[in-house]
């Protein structure tokens, strides 16, 4: 299995910034991408970003300009840096990632997700 655990959530100003983090840990044997997703009440999850083990990147036009997502010094960490955030921001955060794990002894695809963390943007 592999598990996600995502850190960095608050409460922040409009035109603030966070950082949050996510690490991947478990039977890992290798990350073909990560991605940070958000869900706001009453609407649906979106993709905020992703980047591929290549380190290319995808962002969604909302935040293009603004997120930069990247990967940590440990390959199995994903970091996603908002700067100028909006009120309109304000969701659960996310992080997934997708690769292969190690299970009795063979080779599987995994698709996991993290608790999510909250983002709040307000004054």
């Known amino acids: 299995q592999v598990q996600l655990v995502e850190s960095g959530g608050g409460l922040v100003q409009p035109g603030g910034s966070l950082r949050l983090s996510c690490a991947a840990s478990?039977?890992?044997?290798?990350?073909?991408?990560m991605a940070w997703y958000r869900q706001a009440p009453g609407k649906q999850r979106e993709l905020v970003a992703d980047?591929?083990?290549?380190?290319?990147?995808t962002y969604a036009d909302s935040v293009k300009g603004r997120f930069t997502i990247s990967r940590g010094n440990d390959k199995n960490t994903v970091l996603l840096q908002m700067n100028s955030l909006k009120p309109e921001d304000t969701a659960v955060y996310y992080c997934?990632?997708?690769?292969?794990?190690?299970?009795?002894?063979?080779?599987?695809?995994?698709?996991?997700w993290g608790q999510g963390t909250q983002v709040t943007v307000s004054s």
């Open positions: 997934k990632a997708e690769g292969l794990l190690v299970a009795a002894a063979q080779l599987s695809p995994y698709s996991s």
């Open positions: 478990g039977s890992i044997f290798s990350i073909n991408a």
């Open positions: 980047i591929t083990s290549g380190g290319q990147t």
